[in-house]
């Protein structure tokens, strides 16, 4: 079986895709499972800039640090290069059906599908929020973290 590898896309890369994938990392690491991991934006205002500092802050009180992530646009590439890509909202999965290539192979679906009882929910978007957002989303994405490493 080849290695899985997960894409997580939310809106500009700053916030709830980088700590999706931090979490998956530090769970997958934790299970001993080798997957590859990344995060993505569909708009490109955060190309190259580091996560929001709130979400760094939230990762670095978890143990991780996410300062040397850098944003980027999700390209039609990423539908070939993943076999996994998760959107953290609605919106952000319309986005994807509509952009994904014809030949894109990669399993889409939104996020918090993976967790029971939340199918069809968003990942909470902390960005014009206090820091107390940035909790509520990584509690979503660590939950999402441990089902995806339980599911693959």
Known sequence: MA???VLFVCLGN????PLAEAA?????????FDILVDSAGTGDWHIGSPPDPR????ARRHG?????????????EDFRRFTHVFALDADNLKNLRRIRPSDGTAELRLLMDMVPGREGTSVIDPYFGDDAGFDLTWDDVTRAARAIVANL
């Open 3 to 5: 290695t899985p590898s």
């Open 14 to 17: 700053i916030c709830r895709s």
């Open 24 to 32: 998956l990392r530090a769970e997958a690491e934790k299970a001993g």
């Open 55 to 58: 979400a760094q802050a939230v």
């Open 64 to 76: 991780i640090d996410i300062s040397g992530y850098a944003g980027r646009q999700v390209t039609a």
